[in-house]
């Protein structure tokens, strides 16, 4: 089955500064790669995703990079705020157009220092 | 609207318990989906549904009973239920357009969860 790494487990970063977490997946079959952010007591909410025939994604301050040649996926959150800390799972599915559970990373606990 | 919802937000049940998790959307989605997830752990796939059928069951043990009964509602029977079971249980909800592969129908939206309890 899949298998998703996710690095760093934890990152600190100034307010203002840019934050980068990244995700390698196993199964070169997969084709949709989501990115969740978790708040302590909270459901995990859909940020941005990207499909394997789109390179880049962008969203205001946050971006997602993807290179499948490499099997890795990156997200991006350009001018931290106060209010993007939480935990952030990526996450790679196989049959991106059907029913198909998501392989998650550990996850990032992303810690933005006023 | 564009939530899912569950209740109960929590559970406390003894082992010999029979309780039941209730998850709800009204978005028109046709897949639905059971995730556990520990604390400090991601989340784990447990059941998928689609079209009202169970489609995925990921090796779960017997004391989790899926029920689909329409394809707003998603069921998760509890019996039997060990302390180690307790847990952030969590459902999503996807649209289910098998065949597209150039589409947005895969993306999943989760509830709040219920926090399970086994004492």
């Known amino acids: 089955g899949e298998n998703v790494e996710q690095h760093p487990s934890t990152l600190s970063v100034q307010e203002g500064d840019s934050a980068v977490i990244k995700c390698t997946y196993s199964?070169?079959?997969?084709?949709?790669f989501p990115w969740y952010k978790q708040e302590l007591g909270k459901g995990p909410q859909l940020i941005i995703d990207?499909?394997?025939?789109?390179g880049e994604k962008k969203d205001q301050r946050i971006a997602v990079t993807l290179n499948k040649t490499a099997k890795h996926f990156s997200l991006h959150i350009t001018e931290t705020q106060p209010e993007d800390s939480a935990v952030y799972f990526c996450?790679?599915?196989?049959?991106?157009?059907?029913?198909?559970?998501?392989?998650f990373g550990k996850g990032t606990h992303l810690i933005i220092q006023p | 609207d564009t939530e899912v919802t569950q209740t109960p937000k929590h559970l406390v049940m003894g082992m010999t318990n029979k309780k039941s998790l209730k998850c709800e959307q009204h978005?028109?989605?046709?897949?639905m989906y059971w995730y556990k997830q520990k604390a400090k752990k991601p989340p784990e796939l447990m059941f998928v549904?689609?079209?009202?059928?169970?489609?995925i069951n990921e090796s779960v043990p017997s004391r989790f009973s899926p029920e689909c009964p329409n394809s707003s509602l998603l069921n998760l029977h509890l019996h039997a239920l060990q302390p180690e079971d307790s847990a952030l249980y969590l459902c999503?909800?996807?649209?289910?357009?098998?065949?597209?592969?150039?589409?947005?129908?895969?993306?999943?939206?989760f509830g709040p969860g219920t926090r399970l309890t086994v004492l």
């Open positions: 999503a909800s996807s649209q289910d357009e098998a065949g597209r592969a150039q589409s947005s129908y895969n993306e999943q939206f």
């Open positions: 199964d070169s079959a997969s084709n949709y």
């Open positions: 990207i499909r394997s025939n789109v």
């Open positions: 996450a790679a599915s196989i049959r991106g157009g059907g029913a198909d559970g998501l392989t």
């Open positions: 978005m028109g989605h046709r897949a």
């Open positions: 549904y689609s079209y009202e059928k169970l489609s």
